[in-house]
T-cell receptor
Framework: EAAVTQSPRSKVAVTGGKVTLSCHQTNNHDYMYWYRQDTGHGLRLIHYSYVADSTEKGDIPDGYKASRPSQENFSLILELASLSQTAVYFC????????????FGSGTRLLVI | GQQVQQSPASLVLQEGENAELQCNFS?????MQWFYQRPGGSLVSLFY???GTKQSGRLTSTTVIKERRSSLHISSSQTTDSGTYLC?????????????FGSGTQLTVMP
């Protein structure tokens, strides 16, 4: 079954440390996205990509980097984790151009201490 | 300003009552989508609705592009409908597509 798989499911990181969140999709979608959700809020777009080896900035890219080494994989990198980056992170893929089918991963709960 | 505004922010119903959730957008868009977020996190797509009305069981989505609004109607609510409902508009920016979310409606259905 086509899916978007995120790892890890949860993580505790130390302030100033490096964090890498991984996402893998089997949907054969061109577009992949990283969103963050803060308690009681909707999702905000951090980075996205519509082709391998290329990434684009979303609405809140500061403090985050992204990497798309292949069509299937998309990573979000926090080089210097900060307390304000505590949130739930969602990865999604999309077949934009067909019927805009968006599939979301289950989320990664990140706690920065 | 915020491009997608949802209302109400929260809603409490008795089982069997109907609910009407609203979403208004401030910029041009390609389409509107509705998602359900389970308590605990994952999102499930309910409707992809670029315009007009779509129905699935007890759920009905109506999007009126020229009025920049979309609604989600839940009829005969059940306790299992509890959770967060998110609308999202799809728009193009710099030649690529993005999904921009509203802040959600937290729905609680009491038995």
């Amino acid at each position: 079954e086509a899916a978007v798989t995120q790892s890890p499911r949860s993580k505790v990181a130390v302030t100033g440390g490096k964090v890498t969140l991984s996402c893998h999709q089997t949907n054969n979608h061109d577009y992949m996205y990283w969103y963050r959700q803060d308690t009681g809020h909707g999702l905000r777009l951090i980075h996205y990509s519509y082709v391998a080896d290329s990434t684009e900035k979303g609405d809140i890219p500061d403090g985050y980097k992204a990497s798309r080494p292949s069509q299937e994989n998309f990573s979000l990198i926090l080089e210097l984790a900060s307390l304000s980056q505590t949130a739930v992170y969602f990865c999604a893929s999309s077949d934009r151009g067909r019927n805009s089918d968006y599939t979301f991963g289950s989320g990664t709960r990140l706690l920065v201490i | 300003g915020q491009q997608v505004q949802q209302s109400p922010a929260s809603l409490v119903l008795q089982e069997g009552e109907n609910a009407e959730l609203q979403c208004n957008f401030s910029t041009s868009l390609n389409s509107m989508q509705w998602f359900y977020q389970r308590p605990g996190g994952s999102l499930v797509s309910l409707f992809y609705n670029p315009s007009g009305t779509k129905q699935s069981g007890r759920l009905t989505s109506t999007t009126v592009i020229k009025e920049r609004r979309s609604s989600l109607h839940i009829s005969s609510s059940q306790t299992t409908d509890s959770g967060t409902y998110l609308c999202a508009m799809e728009s193009a920016s710099s030649g690529s597509w993005q999904l921009i979310f509203g802040s959600g409606t937290q729905l609680t259905v009491m038995p």
